[in-house]
């Protein structure tokens, strides 16, 4: 098991995967923040928890970089934001009581990526119609592209 392109040593491996992993119970808890505000009728900014997921994603990187894993800072990163997408979102539905698969009606009624990037929703809809709505592809090949991003 080695972590991407460079020979590793089996703690490195293991090093990648926590740091990567540690990250799903952060999503968790965001995800369960999130239900909580929609649940108040609190507007959520999808921008802002892209920009937080995302900022993560790069601090996990700097830091693998950083410790000398140089091979892996990208594929380490990488691994963050997919979890993001595939535990925060299945999270957020099931706090919410909805189902896994689960889209927002609004986002079937968007006309154009235009109109998602105005509402915020540009990943969500990219998804829906990449996926022609089916929730469950997109989170199962997030989790198969961590599993291999970790892995190798």
């Known amino acids: 098991m080695v972590c991407f392109w460079r020979r590793s040593t089996r ?4 090093f990648c995967i926590l740091i990567a992993l540690a990250y799903i119970p952060v999503c968790v808890a965001f995800a369960w ?6 649940k108040e009728g ?7 928890n892209g920009l937080l997921h995302c900022s993560v994603a790069c601090l996990v ?10 091979g892996e800072w990208w594929a380490v ?4 934001l997919l979890i993001a997408r595939a535990v925060f979102d299945t999270s ?3 706090f919410r ?5 689960y889209y927002s009606p609004e986002i079937k009624q968007y006309t154009g990526l235009r109109m998602a ?5 540009v990943i969500d809809y990219l998804e829906y119609k990449a996926f022609l709505g089916n929730g469950y592809i997109p989170k199962a090949l997030y989790t198969l592209a961590v599993a291999f991003l970790l892995s190798l």
């Open 11 to 14: 703690n490195t491996t293991l």
């Open 33 to 38: 923040l999130n239900a909580k505000w929609i």
């Open 42 to 48: 609190k507007r959520i900014k999808h921008g802002w």
């Open 61 to 70: 990187g700097w830091a693998t970089w950083k410790y000398n894993l140089k």
């Open 77 to 80: 990163g990488l691994s963050v």
């Open 92 to 94: 957020l539905n099931l």
């Open 97 to 101: 009581q909805l189902p896994v698969d």
């Open 117 to 121: 990037i105005q509402k915020g929703k």
